[in-house]
């Protein structure tokens, strides 16, 4: 893991243990408590959208294997309701190869057991890459891609 990805989720993860701080995000994921100067700022990721060459099987391969509601068509269509936690959000430098260059995005996805997961997948056929390093103070992770090659990151937090 390079020096900026470790000392990005260091911070991310120390974040996340002052969650019920003053002035800090709550365990509901509300917002940091009013300020009159505060200005307004977003919740949370609302979506998450990509280009596919078959979006229909690439969004039935991120159910199937991932557990991921697709925004719904109709209603009653389940939606996918994240839990409430952390978030990195980072530029990486268009020369940094922690994952493949000629792709513009990486998903990291949180996860409450890697292990079971990655077994999951892989009885599934799909190749999983376990990172063997245990992180202290962030995590484990994974790494796989879907079906058209995108880079998928998992991320079990210490």
Known sequence: MDKQRRELLTALTAAAGSALLPGSLSAAGQAPAADASARE?????????????????????YHEHLGIA??????????????????SFSAFSEKNDYFDVAKPWMINFRVANL??????????????????????GIGRFAHLHDPEGNPIELWQPE
Not at 70 to 87: H, L
């Open 41 to 61: 700022t977003v919740t949370g990721i609302g979506g998450f959208f990509y280009r596919a060459h078959d979006p229909k099987a690439l969004e039935a391969w």
């Open 70 to 87: 697709m925004t719904p068509r109709k209603k009653g269509d389940p939606v996918w309701r994240q839990q409430a936690g952390v978030t």
């Open 115 to 136: 292990e079971r997961l990655a077994a999951q997948l892989t009885a599934a056929g799909i190749e999983v890459k376990l990172d063997p390093a245990a992180y202290p």
